[in-house]
């Protein structure tokens, strides 16, 4: 079971998070087309290398934060810093 | 072959002095403690132990270890125990499966007359069609199933679970692995060893040679002062990312089996070599063994395996099980050496002689056949770690290739060495392990903010500066020149997967799920090599160039026991339970809650809540504390409805939809104090809620000045319904107008409430009566709900569970999220489009929601069957008229005790939405029924003068 670092908890097991995958930016509700709102709930690269995704640390410290994974070795790099305060989803 | 006990051996691991008695197949027998089941059969000069599987060949002792396929029985109630494997203990009663109707005498066997007809695929040719023949097909199948019995009324064992954090973890003790627990150990790590054994020391346990004994004590000893943790008959049954590996301790003193759920640092693979069968004309005759079996029977436990025996030996271990049958007198009839291109072909003879024919044609009469062919790498953990080993011809087997660098291979797996090139290499690795470990360690110290400080700078990965393994040349023996059985557990010839491949089914993994082979228990350790060695040499190509199969969890077949284990599942209860399992509850569970669903009769709880009063308890309703100026905004967000004018001690009802528009959750929220507002979710979505709502303002709205505070379970909640709610509130209330004027409906109010300070109740109305929601501290909660029934034993009241709750809401047609919708009901399904206010600048699905205002939805309607008593199944379509066109479903039917009939709601098909429709609706029966749609949603007071009264 993947190790995820938590920013405020530390390594904890990925049962522990809620995986709330690929990071995206939500289009304004308002101008959005039809197209870019639905790439925006359905579409995801899914890239075989580095990825930055959203985590929920749900039995830990209850805190969004998003983090770079290797989606082929499962590596992790730069967690962000606990207190920083956009540690959430881009 | 007849096998027989023998005088004292050195090595031997059985207590002559301590005597067991058991049965096998209802005849008594008897051993010695140390005994496995199957070593005491043998020295009682047993030889079949099973019947295969399609076949029904006679079966004996292959390999006399946990892989032998042969040696499955049942054991009591236990089917599939390991006989070669499995300890001997007193009372035991063993019989062998897949023997009717005895052992010895098997009726299937005829099945061998009828090979031809059992080749390759022959399940997937024989049971495809005709398709109405599968009841027949599975009757014919079950009598062929190989597996035990298993009894249904066997008492539910103590199987149990341990987390645990070491920082090395070596999966096997031979030599090497002890080397390395002990190196890791003395570096400083905490270390657990895992013997797949009943004891360590791996091939040293059965080898006669006096330097061997010497250092297996020296390890043995070294290990018993070392603070080495060592779990023996356990296994490393899986290895996952992070080296999270599962561990199945089969000999706990307490429990059944415990599973162990370790998350090491670093693991070191050392499960040392298997040996691996040769494939040839009646190799699969009782008589012929591996000569790991050999030494191991003699050795371990004293038994001269045959009296006259043929030896095939291609390496020093074979050679070495010659030295050890002729020093317990069996004689040596023909060694033939595979080194120098020596050969066997076929075995011949009757009952229990196991003729060997050689090469040349003539025939050596014996009646044991040793077989020394070579070596498979149980390369299963480094699979699982993504390494994909490769084969080196020279060595015939697999190396490990590029393993991650916190799993390391040392023993047999990784090379070949003497007995202190092996220990060498282990300590190396142990020392590289625990390096390794300790970088580890240090960073994951590090992350963790909270945790102590760590000193220093993480220590620098270690790099892997070990002298490596050598590998000793082995000739490779995969195939005789005639074929035989590949998978002796599915009875899979060479010449069946050489028909595979001719077939198509080329490739080793298709090849293996056409015809079985490496599927049975024991898991490719005995099969896998030799599969791929068949199709090889039917594509005419390498092993190399085929490939091998990937080695998946489990390393060893794990119980559904060890898996199922001890649950951590918590179950959750209100503190008024006590109150509820004291009155005739009968509980439904609701996730992890336990709710009640009833006091015996939901019928006249129904009736006595329209006519009097009831309470229900609702605690698991979800409850979200929330402070700060700018929650209004936060509603406003959530909500499709608008939010920014309610006011204090206001209450509203709330829908909110998820991005893509769906349904996700609704409930009312009310305004406490200026900044302070209660938010209330669906039970099933209290959890949910709570992150959506930490989602949003965690990540889209972080400058908002929300506090969240989960209180689902810091408040009790009961509902007070019915027409004398009010008279029986006026009685525990303080503090409070309970006037009609003063706490009008869709209102909120803080109140004391039969002394507990601190409640604050809500007027709404679920059932559709006057009812006052009241939520009270929860420590306080049985006192409440105990005043309540007390104080209106005058008024009738009573406790009604969900079902009637249930009932009553669905006569005033309030659907359920998740009942009446699903996961893709858009908001304005719901019937309560006007509610979706588009007007506002921004909340969660406004895109969709507006894209959805134009088009024709589904809509929820309350149906009526024509027949008051048919009551349609939740889940019923409705169809156009005889037709099978669905046009939509019943989503929720109940027997109306108010209205004496059935009642529903269901999702239409636009055009079918308006009041005075009629539908057909087709049973589970196949019946179809006439159903009308009514004008609005409530079946029962739809104007609802009841609930504001
Ligand atoms: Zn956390």
């Known amino acids: ?90 | 072959m007849t096998m027989s006990r023998q005088g004292v051996q050195p090595t031997e691991v059985i207590d002559r002095a301590a005597k067991l008695r058991f049965r096998w197949n209802g005849k008594r027998f008897s051993g010695f403690e140390g005994d496995t089941i199957a070593s005491a059969l043998a020295a009682s000069g047993e030889q079949i132990f099973s019947r295969s599987m399609k076949y029904h060949r006679p079966r004996g002792i292959l390999t006399a270890d946990y892989w032998d396929p042969n040696l499955m029985v049942q054991v009591g109630d236990d089917p599939n125990v390991r006989a070669g494997h499995r300890l001997l203990e007193s009372g035991m009663d063993v019989r062998s499966q897949n023997a009717w109707p005895s052992l010895n005498r098997d009726i299937k066997a005829v099945n061998g007359l009828l090979g031809r007809f059992l080749t390759a695929g022959f399940y997937y040719k024989t049971f495809m069609r005709p398709q109405w023949l599968w009841p027949t097909y599975e009757r014919v199948l079950a009598t062929f199933a190989p597996g035990g019995k298993i009894d249904l009324d066997t008492p539910h064992a103590y199987h149990d679970k341990r987390y645990t954090h070491p920082d090395v973890v070596v999966a096997g003790a031979g030599p090497a692995g002890i080397e390395a627990a002990l190196a890791a150990s003395s570096a400083g790590a905490s270390v657990m060893l895992v013997s797949h054994e009943h004891s360590v020391g791996g091939h040293l346990r059965y080898s006669s040679a006096a330097a061997d004994q010497a250092a297996l004590a020296e390890l043995r000893t070294a290990l018993d002062a070392s603070d080495v943790e060592v779990l023996t008959d356990s296994t490393v049954t899986g290895r996952y990312e992070d080296n999270w590996l599962g561990i199945v301790q089969r000999n706990h003193p307490v429990a059944v089996e415990r599973l162990i759920k370790a998350r090491a640092k670093t693991l070191v693979a050392a499960p040392g070599l298997i040996e691996r069968p040769y494939v040839f004309e009646g190799n699969d005759r009782p008589g012929v063994i591996t000569s790991g079996a050999a030494r191991r029977l003699v050795n371990l436990w004293g038994v001269k395996p045959g009296e006259r025996a043929v030896v095939f030996s291609a390496n020093a271990e074979g050679d070495a099980a010659v030295a050890d049958l002729e020093r317990v007198g069996t004689e040596i009839a023909a060694v033939i050496d595979g080194r120098t291109g020596g050969s066997i072909s076929s075995t011949r003879g009757s009952s229990r002689a196991v003729d060997a024919v050689v090469a040349d044609g003539a025939s050596i009469g014996a009646d044991l056949l040793v077989v020394a062919a070579g070596w498979t790498a149980p390369t299963s953990l480094l699979n699982m770690a993504g390494d994909r080993p490769v084969y080196d011809p020279a060595a015939a087997r697999f190396f490990p290739s590029d393993p991650p660098s916190n799993v390391l291979a040392t023993g047999g797996l990784a090379g070949d060495a003497d007995l202190d090139g092996l220990r060498q290499h282990g300590a190396a690795t142990g020392r590289l392990a625990a390096s390794r470990a300790a970088a580890v360690r240090h960073r994951l110290q590090a992350r963790t903010a909270r945790a102590l400080p760590v000193d220093g700078d993480e220590p620098a990965w270690a790099p892997d500066e070990r002298a490596p393994l050598g590998r000793d040349p082995h000739p490779e023996l995969y195939r005789a020149d005639t074929h035989g059985m590949v998978d002796m557990s599915e009875d899979i010839s060479s010449k069946d997967l050489v028909a595979a491949a001719h077939e198509g089914y080329d490739s080793v993994e298709l090849a293996k799920r056409y015809t079985t082979a490496t599927m049975g228990p024991s898991q490719g350790k005995l099969e896998t090599v030799n599969t791929v060695a068949a199709i090889a040499e039917a594509r005419g190509e390498t092993i190399s160039e085929v490939g091998t199969t990937v080695w998946r969890p489990p390393y060893a077949p794990v119980t559904l026991g060890a898996l199922a284990g001890r649950m951590f599942e918590p179950v959750r209860v209100s503190s008024i339970h006590p109150w509820h399992e004291a009155n005739n509850v009968s509980v439904i569970q609701a996730g992890q809650w336990l709710r009640p669903d009833h006091y015996g009769d939901p019928a006249a709880e129904v009736r006595n809540v329209r006519r009097n009063v009831g309470l229900i308890d609702v605690t698991p309703l979800g409850k979200l504390d929330l402070r700060g100026p700018d929650v209004p905004k936060l509603l406003s967000l959530l909500y499709v409805n608008k939010w920014m004018k309610l006011g204090v001690g206001r209450v509203r009802y709330g829908m909110m939809c998820a991005e893509d528009g769906v349904v996700l959750d609704d409930g009312v929220t009310g305004r406490l104090g200026e900044d302070h507002y209660m938010m209330s979710t669906t039970s099933s979505g209290a959890g949910g809620v709570w992150e959506w709502v930490e989602n949003w303002l965690q990540t889209e709205r972080p400058d908002w000045q929300v506090h969240v505070t989960p209180v689902t379970t810091a408040y009790a909640s009961i509902n007070v319904a019915g027409p004398k709610s009010r008279e029986l509130m006026s009685r525990v209330c303080a503090g409070v107008d309970l006037d009609a004027e003063a706490f009008p409906y869709m209102t909120v109010r803080q109140a004391t409430v039969a002394g507990v300070a601190g409640c604050f109740m809500w007027r709404i109305g679920f059932t559709g009566e006057l009812s006052f929601e009241l939520h009270a501290p929860a420590g306080h909660g049985l006192r409440v709900w105990e005043a309540l029934m007390d104080s209106g034993s005058d008024l009738g009241v009573a406790p009604f569970g969900l079902e009637a709750q249930r009932i009553m809401r669905l006569e005033k047609g309030h659907f359920i999220v998740g009942q009446d919708t699903d996961g893709l009901t858009l908001g304005p399904s719901t019937g309560t489009g006007s509610l979706i206010k588009l007007d506002k600048d921004d909340f969660a699905g406004k895109p969709e929601l507006a894209w959805a205002a134009d088009r024709s939805l589904p809509l929820v309607v309350a149906i009526q069957p024509d027949d008051p008593d048919v009551v349609p199944e939740e889940a019923a379509q409705i169809v156009r008229g005889d037709t099978n066109e669905i046009l939509g479903r019943i989503t929720s039917s109940r027997y109306s005790p108010t209205l004496n009939r059935s009642i529903c709601l269901g999702q239409v098909e636009p055009d079918l939405a308006a009041g005075g429709t009629k539908v057909t609706v087709l049973l589970e029966s196949g019946e179809r029924i006439g159903a009308t749609v009514i004008d609005h949603h409530a079946h029962f007071d739809p104007a609802g003068e009841r609930l504001r009264g």
Request: glycine share 8%; with cysteine; proline share 11%.
């Open chain 1, 1 to 90: 079971m993947l190790l995820v670092p938590c920013p405020n908890c530390g390594p904890r097991n990925s049962t522990d998070l809620r995986y709330g995958g690929e990071s995206h930016a939500r289009p304004d509700p308002n101008t959005a087309s039809p197209a870019e709102w639905r790439a925006y709930l359905y579409l995801r690269d899914n890239p075989a290398g580095w990825l930055r995704e959203n985590w929920y640390c749900a039995s830990g410290c209850r805190r969004w934060f998003s983090i770079e994974r290797n989606t082929a070795t499962n590596e992790f790099r730069d967690p962000p810093l606990p207190g920083d305060k956009r540690g959430g989803a881009a």
